[in-house]
């Protein structure tokens, strides 16, 4: 079974105008990759709100240690 080591509560996720979530875009920020295209992105404020969030919780890491 597959289980998160982190989990990251932002108030909505990157979905396309159809409604489907872009996981792929979760994947990226989570790896540092680039995220891509956007143009199918329903809402850009989501993924800086995820970016950020990913962000803060690395820097709130690097300080525990």
Same mark, same amino acid.
Request: charged share 30%; net charge negative.
């Given at each position: 079974i597959a289980t998160p080591d982190e989990i990251y509560f932002v108030s909505k996720l990157p979905k396309t105008r159809s409604g489907k979530i872009m996981r792929r875009i979760l994947k990226a920020v989570a790896n540092?990759?680039?995220?891509g295209d956007l143009?199918?992105?329903? +809402?850009?404020?989501s993924v800086d709100e995820i970016v950020r969030a990913?962000? +803060?919780l690395k820097k709130a890491e690097e300080e525990a240690k």
């Open positions: 540092g990759a680039t995220i143009t199918t992105l329903e +809402d850009e404020a990913y962000q +803060d």
